[in-house]
């Protein structure tokens, strides 16, 4: 069940007899929810989980993990890949008394049918989802033009919780079994841990991710190693392409 919001209630009788009610505040509550989870209400469930800082994912069995970089190569997001499905999660700072699922959700609609996605609102295990499908890129082959973009099965969940939003992108290949192979990919997303930490942040703003020391180091040498080869390709095509021959007189042919 997703967080929900609890509205103030007054002492009616208080009113009644002209007592003007103390002041107060709105504030959302957490209501009973099994998944994803804030901080404070993470379960004991033994659970490994790899800490990317605001979120803690779970580490299933038959997934593998790779991150989203920003150009300061920072971590912007986190991707779970289970067969051929991909989960994409995101966490941001949120208001403390009001949810913006249903405002993100609209947006997110209108982006993606301006790029040939086909989504609609149903009601899911993570209360309303866009379901559909959307045009993804494929990666290209080294040396080889970049290949159409195909379509794919695409489903957009939100959960608001205190102070901060989650945000995941399922997708797969549109087959007729492609919910039992995205639903590892649910149980991940409901295992996920918000830590939202205590610092103010714009709404919206995407929490801080960060890596674990051995995938951090793992990254950089993988960086290096990508570096290294580039570098090596292009001293290779240089010293392949064919060299000036000069001619008595000091022409060149």
Do not use: C, Y
């Not at 159409?148 to 102070?163: E, I, K, L, S, T």
């Not at 960060?210 to 580039?230: F, G």
């Amino acid at each position: 069940m997703p967080f929900g919001r609890r509205r103030n209630r007054i002492d009616r009788s208080l009113r009644e007899r002209g007592v003007p009610p103390e002041p107060q505040q709105r504030v959302r509550e957490v209501a009973a929810t099994s998944g994803p989870w804030d901080e404070a209400d993470a379960p004991d469930d033994g659970l490994p989980r790899i800490d990317l800082g605001a979120i803690r994912l779970p580490a299933l069995p038959g997934m593998d993990l790779r991150v989203e970089l920003n150009q300061q190569q920072k971590v912007i997001a986190a991707t779970l890949r289970h067969g051929e499905s991909l989960l994409q999660v995101s966490a941001f700072a949120a208001p403390r008394a009001t949810d913006i699922w249903d405002d993100v959700r609209a947006e997110l609609a209108r982006s993606a049918s301006g790029q040939g996605a086909s989504l609609r609102e149903v009601e899911g295990p993570f209360g309303i989802e866009l379901a559909g499908t959307m045009m993804a890129p494929v990666p290209a082959q080294p040396g080889q033009p970049a290949p159409q973009p195909v379509r794919r099965a695409a489903r957009f969940f939100g959960v608001d919780g205190p102070r901060w939003f989650l945000r995941g992108l399922l997708t797969g290949p549109v087959i007729d079994d492609a919910q039992a192979e995205q639903a590892p990919l649910e149980t991940a997303f409901r295992g996920i841990v918000v830590v939202r930490g205590t610092e103010p942040m714009p709404v919206r703003e995407p929490l801080p991710l960060t890596l674990p020391a051995q995938a951090a180091a793992q990254l950089v040498a993988q960086q290096q190693a990508a570096q290294q080869q580039a570098a090596q390709q292009q001293a290779a095509q240089q010293q392949a392409a064919p060299q000036p021959v000069e001619r008595p007189g000091g022409d060149q042919a």
